[in-house]
């Protein structure tokens, strides 16, 4: 009976996603779970809706960001406001700071960056 014990707890080790475990050996988030939390954390604080990370980089002091958030809604939607943030992290996924980097209409393609 023993056997069939361990064997069925063997196959549910096996069957769990390696994903399941966020958190890495050093006791740091998985990138998912720092997005995620990103996202959470800024929407809190400004109440402002986060619409996509545009960016996210691990750094030696913990993670920076950049996410697009709505902040003004117009209509049409094409008018409305977005602004990006960067967004910087501890190690351990907690927002420390972030700063308002631009604002744009959502209809306007940017030209300054990358062109």
Do not use: C
């Not at 049409?76 to 351990?92: G, R």
């Amino acid at each position: 009976m023993s056997n069939t014990n361990n064997a069925s707890q063997s196959q549910r080790s096996r069957n769990t996603p390696k994903h399941a475990e966020e958190h890495t050996a050093d006791d740091r988030p998985g990138a998912m779970e720092v997005l995620r939390e990103a996202r959470a954390q800024l929407t809190e604080l400004t109440g402002m809706a986060a619409e996509s990370v545009t960016s996210f980089e691990q750094t030696e002091d913990g993670w920076t960001l950049e996410i697009e958030v709505l902040e003004l809604t117009r209509v049409p939607d094409t008018m409305s406001l977005l602004a990006s943030y960067e967004v910087n992290l501890d190690p351990q996924g907690q927002l420390t700071g972030y700063r308002r980097l631009r604002r744009y209409e959502r209809g306007r393609a940017d030209s300054s960056r990358g062109r």
